[in-house]
């Protein structure tokens, strides 16, 4: 069992930056893929980035548009995202998860019924 234990949101203003961190316990962070999804009030859940097992290959949402940055230190079994340049419309809870299959393409893990982990969330909330 791998659990996902996420820190780093908070309250912050349009234009600032956060960083998140997300840290499995039980697996290291290069056995898995590790997303990053959020949801904001009255919207489903959608994907953002993700950080694949093999090579550590990047793969990011349309909107994320060079902003934010995923990237894992295994040395601290760790994974981050870091958002810079926020905007209000990044406000939402935002999930940790990984997937322990190793997909053929990219494309599978923006789907969130190919995880099987997540973490419990953190809030990100940008203020105008």
């Known amino acids: 069992q791998v659990q996902l234990v996420e820190s780093g949101g908070g309250l912050v203003q349009a234009g600032g930056s956060l960083r998140l961190s997300c840290a499995p316990s039980?697996?290291?962070?290069?056995?898995?893929?590790m997303g990053w999804f959020r949801q904001a009030p009255g919207k489903e859940r959608e994907f953002v980035a993700v950080?694949?097992?093999?090579?550590?290959?990047?793969y990011n949402a349309d909107f994320v548009k060079g902003r934010f940055t995923v990237s894992r230190d295994n040395a601290n079994n760790t994974v981050y995202l870091q958002m810079n340049s926020l905007k209000p419309e990044d406000t939402a809870v935002y999930y940790c998860?990984?997937?322990?299959?190793?997909?053929?393409?990219?494309?599978?893990?923006?789907?969130?019924?190919?995880?099987?982990?997540w973490g419990q969330g953190t809030r990100v909330t940008v203020s105008s």
């Open positions: 998860a990984a997937a322990v299959a190793d997909y053929s393409a990219s494309r599978y893990y923006t789907r969130d019924v190919n995880y099987d982990y």
């Open positions: 039980g697996r290291t962070v290069s056995s898995l893929a």
């Open positions: 950080i694949r097992r093999r090579g550590g290959n990047t």
